[in-house]
């Protein structure tokens, strides 16, 4: 079975500070994707990578910044937490095609206070 | 542009009742589209897919879907539900472009079934 994990479940942070939010796929898929949750939002990405060191923007990239430095491991930063991104993050990966299901982790609850 | 709609934020069913949770979408091109299903404080659990062929797709824990490319739908249903059915669905679509890895997600619909 795929598994996607995330480095934690919840985590409170205070306004101004840099977060990093972490995930890993055992998989070996060349996709990997940051989405946020929102109430009557649905899911918004953020930011995704099809590739090693290669990142495209989502939806909504302002406040934050990814990095890919191994194929398994996808990490999403807040360079400085603010309370409007207090949000459920959830990570994803999939096989390059189209058509690849994305299979997602257990998803981060970030609370900005 | 793609969307998914799902027009309904919530749905009640009583047990052994069926139920359906709809979807419609709009895509350049045929589309390929999924359900996910997502309990609380949980991510999300894939179900089922439509990439091509037959329009009926079968999934997980007895669901299904129907793919309608007249009413740009694709509805999920169940024959018999259980009180276990009760969690967040989400319908998405990805359009069949090459290099195109974004998936969008509706807003998602909360199924209650009522024992």
């Known amino acids: 079975d795929v598994k996607v994990t995330q480095s934690s479940r919840y985590l409170v942070k205070r306004t101004g500070e840099k977060v990093f939010l972490e995930c890993v796929q055992d998989?070996?898929?060349?996709?990997m994707f940051w989405y946020r949750q929102d109430p009557g939002l649905g899911l918004r990405l953020i930011y995704f990578?099809?590739?090693?060191?290669?990142?495209e923007k989502g939806d909504i990239p302002e406040g934050y910044s990814v990095s890919r430095e191994k194929k398994e491991r996808f990490s999403l930063i807040l360079e400085s937490a603010s309370t409007n991104q207090t949000s459920m993050y959830l990570c994803a990966s999939s096989l390059p095609q189209g058509f690849d299901t994305q299979y997602f982790g257990p998803g981060t609850r970030l609370l900005v206070l | 542009a793609q969307s998914v709609a799902q027009p309904e934020d919530q749905v009640n069913v009583a047990e052994g009742n069926p139920l359906t949770v709809k979807c419609t979408y709009s895509v350049s091109g045929n589309p390929y589209l999924f359900w996910y299903v997502q309990y609380p404080n949980r991510g999300l659990q894939f179900l089922l897919k439509?990439?091509?062929?037959?329009?009926l797709v079968k999934g997980s824990y007895g669901f299904e879907a129907e793919f309608n490319k007249s009413q740009t739908s694709f509805h999920l249903k169940k024959p018999s539900a259980l009180v276990s059915d009760s969690a967040l669905y989400f319908c998405?679509?990805?359009?069949?472009?090459?290099?195109?890895?974004?998936?969008?997600f509706g807003k998602g619909t909360k199924l209650s079934v009522i024992p």
């Open positions: 998989m070996d898929h060349e996709n």
């Open positions: 990578s099809y590739d090693v060191k290669m990142k």
């Open positions: 998405a679509v990805r359009a069949p472009v090459a290099g195109s890895y974004q998936l969008t």
């Open positions: 439509y990439i091509t062929g037959d329009n």
